[in-house]
């Protein structure tokens, strides 16, 4: 079954605006990833944060996490034409390595 | 950029049709892995393996196969393409030194059509 669901699917904003995507999962997590894909590529890897942190920076990006509630956010600050991108966060539970990928969310910039 | 590459890009072929997608990285990781993704959709894990001689089947069954003689390789086959197997396959590599789930590197995919 489906570990991690996005929210919202899709997101339109101006360049300058702030995007955040919500991220839910069901079991226990170990930590919890994001990765962005420009369309019909790989992922790359955004930042990771595990289940003892509860909030990470990386330049624009801050992520935040709360086991309690089984959830996390991304936020892009000051948006870019170039973070137009799908963004996907994946969890990896306990007692395995293996990375199960939400649904995602697709990320439109407009200049 | 990482060090992991993905051939064909793209490969357009017949139903019936045999064919190999490859997948190699230079960065000395011992874990890969194999997704699959429709478009507009969440990346399932088909295959993944977790050192030389060592191949495991994902959550999401899949008809194709795997193999990994070298560190560096880790090719994909199928025997007998379909119009069902239509996705992007795409091939990723961790350290994953532990048991705890490290990030992956991804390769550019490959996008597959059977016709």
Redesign the interface.
Known sequence: S?Q?EEDPQALSIQEGENATMNCSYKTSI??L?W?RQNS??????LI?IRSNEREKHSGRLRVTLDTSKKSSSLLITASRAADTA?Y?CAT?GIG?????????T?LQVFP | EADIYQTPRYLVIGTGKKITLECSQTMGHDKMYWYQQDPGMELHLIHYSYGVNSTEKGDLSSESTVSRIRTEHFPLTLESARPSHTSQYLCASSAGQGSRGEKLFFGSGTQLSVL
Do not use: A, E, M, P
């Open positions: 489906q991690g170990n930590n990833q990765y019909g590529r790989g992922l790359v890897h990771l799908s996907f990896c395995t390595d293996k990375l199960i990928f939400g649904t995602g697709r």
